[in-house]
């Protein structure tokens, strides 16, 4: 029996779901039970919920909206504010995101009053959000917020959610706001968000978006276990790779083609099973091609 195609243009998550009834890898899931693969089906599932988590300063969360349900999902709005007043709200959705802008006016720094409320007062549901296999995503802002209340980070049997210390999203290289197109490669091969892809282009627009580490033990261990999710690309990186052999070892790209000079010229980063995902560039802002 030939494995059932599922139309390209449509993703997994809006609106089919392949039941996979022994081991599968083209599903990429795992199998329920040990009957034959004939009784391999697709069928139609309901579309899933996603909840755009906004706060006073995020200005992308309407057209985030919009590129979810172009995707088949069914996006929905939430104030920061209101979800700390019923964090059990967060149990009605199967995917949550995190959109860009300038959370609190950034004030304090990128994403650092909203990853604080999540690092605190809703912690427990931010934790059983992500540790019961559901999506995350955040975009600029909400890479930054992700990245500082510590939802990247290794799922782990404590209490509570770290403050991600060990790396932190800083001012660009050239201290400034930048707003331009880049080229991206996508490096992970785990990262549901960004299966089946190899190159895109998007829009950036950023000051605070270069990823710093504390030591070279870091970028280690985001290359051992598989987060750095997409980098930064260009024709000269083509020429270095063919030297390097590991595109996550290249030296820093000079700019535009590294608008803020991150490390490995990293644009974005997954936690280790690939359901989390944090990313610089704004692709929902790259909808339609004119």
């Known amino acids: 029996m030939k494995h059932p195609v599922r139309p390209a243009t449509v993703p997994l998550c809006a609106g ?3 039941c996979c009834t022994a081991s599968c890898s083209p599903c990429r899931l795992t199998p329920r039970n040990n009957r034959s693969m004939l009784e391999l089906k697709v069928y139609e599932m309901v579309s899933p919920r996603v909840c755009i988590l906004r706060a006073p300063g995020t200005n992308c969360d309407i057209e985030t909206g919009h590129a979810f349900n172009l995707a088949g999902a069914t996006a929905e709005r939430v104030h920061l504010f209101r979800l700390l007043e019923t964090p059990e709200l967060l ?13 609190y006016g950034d004030d304090l720094g990128a994403g650092v009053i909203f990853s604080a409320h999540l690092r605190n007062q809703l912690s427990d549901i931010m934790l059983e959000f992500r540790d019961t296999d559901r999506l995350i995503l955040g975009i600029c802002n909400g890479f930054q917020v992700l990245l500082k209340s510590g939802l990247l980070e290794e799922s782990s049997t404590a209490p509570g959610l770290s403050s991600g ?3 932190t999203l800083t001012w660009n290289r050239n201290s400034r706001y930048t707003d331009c197109w880049v080229r991206l490669k996508v490096v992970s091969q785990s990262c549901v968000f960004l299966r089946d892809m190899d190159e895109f282009e998007s829009p950036i627009a950023h000051a605070e978006g270069r ?3 504390r030591d070279a033990r870091v970028i280690d261990k985001l290359r051992t276990q598989g987060s750095i999710a997409v980098c930064y690309w260009s024709d000269t990186a083509t020429q270095w790779l063919k030297q390097s052999g590991d595109l996550t070892r290249l030296d820093v790209l000079p700019e535009p083609e590294n608008p803020n000079g ?3 010229n990293i644009a974005g980063l997954s936690d280790t099973t690939g359901r989390v995902l ?3 560039p704004h692709p929902e802002r790259y909808q339609f091609a004119t």
């Not at 959705?93 to 802008?101: D, E």
């Open 211 to 213: 990823l710093a580490v």
């Open 278 to 280: 944090g990313l610089m």
């Open 16 to 18: 089919y779901a392949i």
């Open 262 to 264: 991150s490390i490995a």
């Open 91 to 103: 149990r009605n959705y199967q995917a949550l995101c995190i959109p860009g802008g300038f959370s």
């Open 165 to 167: 210390q060990d790396m």
